[in-house]
């Protein structure tokens, strides 16, 4: 089955610096790569995603960027505010059991310390 | 306003008693998903299901047990079998195609007592 690798599990920023989560997945057939924010005790929020497709998206200052022959993919986050303060989890998507529904596995998680 | 409620945020269970955590969404969804969570863990898939009177089991769906008797609803019990219960279980929905986003519920907490 599908494993996802999360680096690094802990990553303490400076309000304004950029901030970087790498992941790299095992299975080649994945073709979702969703990333999710998570603040505490609260639900898993999803800020953006990319499909094998594409190599590069950008939302405002989030950007996730894929190489499918690496299998690894990248969130950035430029201008770190106090509030992206969070755990980030990355997560590949294949089929489930070979059906047309995805079945995500999830990487360990960053938590995401900026500084004011 | 569409989402996914999951009832009780808190739940406490005794040794021996199973247990059911509830989970409804609105969103017309087909598919819907049970993850549990450890502390420093990321989430781990229980079962999940694409269709209504149909299930399967995820990576770690020993000691749980689910049921899916309506498209908006997949309750999630933890047996006395789950020797190890205490986390925090999130459910979650999407439509079909395997690049749909999964959308959460706000969680369950579960302790023993």
């Known amino acids: 089955g599908e494993n996802v690798e999360q680096h690094p599990s802990t990553l303490s920023v400076q309000e304004g610096d950029s901030a970087v989560i790498k992941c790299t997945y095992s299975d080649s057939a994945s073709n979702y790569f969703p990333w999710y924010k998570q603040e505490l005790g609260k639900r898993p929020q999803l800020i953006i995603d990319i499909r094998s497709n594409v190599g590069e998206k950008k939302d405002q200052r989030i950007a996730v960027t894929l190489n499918k022959t690496a299998k690894h993919f990248s969130l950035h986050i430029t201008e770190t505010q106090p509030e992206d303060s969070a755990v980030y989890f990355c997560a590949a998507s294949s089929g489930a059991g070979g059906t047309s529904y995805g079945k995500l596995t999830f990487g360990q998680g960053t938590i995401l310390t900026v500084h004011p | 306003d569409g989402g996914i409620t999951q009832s009780p945020k808190y739940l406490f269970r005794k040794e021996g008693q199973n247990v059911t955590l509830s989970c409804e969404q609105n969103?017309?969804?087909?598919?819907m998903y049970w993850y549990r969570q450890d502390p420093g863990q990321g989430l781990r898939l229980i079962y999940y299901?694409?269709?209504?009177?149909?299930?399967q089991k995820g990576d770690i769906a020993e000691g749980y047990s689910v049921s899916r008797e309506k498209k908006e609803s997949f309750p999630l019990t933890v047996t006395s079998a789950q020797k190890n219960p205490t986390a925090f279980y999130l459910c979650a929905s999407s439509t079909e195609g395997t690049s749909q986003p999964q959308h959460f519920g706000d969680g369950t907490r579960l302790s023993i007592l």
């Open positions: 299901s694409q269709i209504v009177n149909d299930f």
């Open positions: 969103l017309n969804h087909d598919a």
